[in-house]
């Protein structure tokens, strides 16, 4: 930021006023003059009227001197020549005090033309003398302006420092930022090949397994066909009845290897590609496992048809006023449920795909539901505000609040309508009695992170969970209502 010198500014003002001044006085300067040389000439007639005066007497003296000098003559009968020249000098006076006369006339008109003059000069003096006064208010306005001036310059050139400063200080902030960020940099590289080499490690580790579940798959077919050949072998030896029994033992023995086998699909049996444009939450099958309910983020919920083949929902339920985490069927397929992010449950009616309640009450984004497999009026639901909420859809409202000491991300009913499991923000799977509201058990630390989503097979109420970035473990309920690890797992996802 460029500041001008002061001194500088003050000289340039200065110059500014006194050719300010110049200009408004260069048209009277003449009058003035004028003024001086009338009041020479003011002064001049006044000296040639005293004269003019001084002479007149003298006439007037030297006339009355006549006047009596002819009175004298007369009285002393004087000559007619005598009388004569008297009388001449007489005329001669007269004349010339008639010519003092008419000159004093003339100086008292060349007076009184002088008086108007300097009237008007005294005037004109007198505007000069105003605008004056003006000019110096203007000038000490203008010397003000110049303090104030300086005084603002002093205070930019204090603000220059202090910018200059700042400018210093947030260049050093900059330089620091930049070290912290190429450190962070590196150390983010670093940590991503660490993430790199652990999931190289995870791989490793998972194809290991693969390994050892091939082998042990390979293993049990042997040992089939060497139990094939042993009752085949026995039966030859025992006869046609005993070879009948060992054959059904060793069918029933290859059939249980085979089901172990077979446990997870093998093949996709469909696949629907944007089913819901902003991301799909949740799914649920309703009881009977004939239709599948999905929600998302575009504020929908879907219903499918798991039976036959088709990429087009059945039906597409509106209602929501923001995303549905979660949804679920009531025990009776009557009903689809959905949790929104806006605190609120909302119920639609299957058949119809009519919006049938909306349920309020949390006071934070529903992040969880579901329907109890007993009591198709009874559901629960979990929400960010730390609360599982029980409702009763014939009701319209809330029976029950559950408090809880971290975020619940997920819940899911045991068989019947008494036991209930919630998945939480700290890691830990916490078990409730339904009826009474009490937590009956804790257990923490199955995961590394969050547990994110849990459910319940209502065969033999096992709980099965998963979490972020760890495999799902399985959990059973024991009679003592405390939980316990099983070996081995009954599900791993």
């Known amino acids: 930021m460029s500041v001008s010198d002061p001194s500088h500014l003050e000289a340039q003002l200065a110059s500014q006023i006194v050719t300010l001044w110049r200009s408004q006085t260069a048209p009277f300067q003449a009058i003035v003059d004028d003024y001086a040389a009338v009041l020479q000439r003011a ?72 008086t108007q003059q300097l009237s008007v000069v005294r005037d004109i003096n007198e505007q000069q003398t105003r605008e004056i006064k003006e000019a110096e208010a203007a000038i000490r306005t203008l010397r003000d302006q ?57 791989i490793e580790r998972m194809n290991d397994i693969n390994r050892q579940g091939e082998e042990m798959l390979t293993s049990a077919k042997r040992q089939a066909a060497e139990l094939l050949a042993s009752a085949s072998a026995q039966a030859r030896a025992a006869g046609p009845g005993a070879a009948v029994a060992s054959l059904e033992r060793a069918a029933r023995g290859l059939s249980l290897g085979e089901a172990a086998a077979d446990a997870l699909p093998a093949v996709l049996a469909r696949s629907v590609p944007e089913a819901h444009g902003a991301g799909c939450f949740g799914l649920a099958f309703n009881r009977a496992g004939t239709a599948l309910a999905s929600c998302g983020a575009d504020k929908t919920v879907k219903l499918w048809d798991a039976i036959a083949e088709g990429s087009a929902p059945t039906a597409t339920l509106h209602g ?11 025990q009776d397929g009557r009903s689809v449920v959905g949790a929104e992010s806006r605190s609120a449950l909302r119920v639609w009616a299957a058949d119809t795909g009519r919006l049938a309640a909306s349920l309020t009450g949390h006071a934070g984004r529903v992040t969880g539901v579901a ?10 639901s979990c929400a960010a505000d730390r609360t599982i909420k029980l409702w009763g859809l014939d009701r319209g409202f809330c029976t029950r609040t559950l408090m ?48 994110c989503a849990l459910d319940a097979c ?27 690890q099983p070996a081995p797992p009954m599900a791993q996802c």
Request: proline content about 2%.
């Open 43 to 114: 002064q001049e007639s006044h000296v040639r009227a005293a004269q003019l005066d001084r002479e007149a007497n003298e006439a007037r003296a030297e006339n009355d001197t006549l006047l009596r000098a002819l009175e004298a003559a007369k009285r002393g009968a004087v000559t007619q020549e005598e009388f004569a020249a008297l009388q001449a000098v007489l005329t001669r006076t007269e004349t010339d005090l008639t010519a003092a006369y008419k000159d004093k006339a003339m100086l008292a008109e060349s007076s009184l033309q002088v």
């Open 146 to 202: 110049v303090r104030a001036l300086r005084g603002e310059v002093e205070r930019l050139e204090e603000s220059v420092a202090m910018a200059g400063k700042e400018a210093e200080a947030q260049r050093n902030d900059a330089t620091v930022s930049a070290a912290r960020a190429a450190a962070l940099e590196a150390d983010n590289a670093a940590l991503a090949r660490r993430l790199v080499e652990l999931k190289e490690a995870e």
């Open 320 to 330: 929501a006023f923001e995303g549905l985490n979660s949804v679920a069927w009531t």
């Open 371 to 380: 329907a109890s497999p007993a009591d198709a009026a009874l559901v629960a």
């Open 404 to 451: 809880c000491h971290s975020t619940c991300n997920a819940v899911a009913w045991a068989s019947g309508a008494a036991g209930l499991a919630s998945a939480h923000f700290d890691g830990a799977l916490r078990l409730w009695d339904a009826a009474s509201g009490r937590q009956v058990s804790e257990v923490a630390g199955l995961h590394g992170g969050q547990v």
């Open 458 to 484: 209502n065969a033999r109420s096992p709980a099965d969970t998963s979490a972020w970035g760890a495999p799902g473990r399985s959990w059973r309920s024991a009679p003592t209502s405390t939980m316990q």
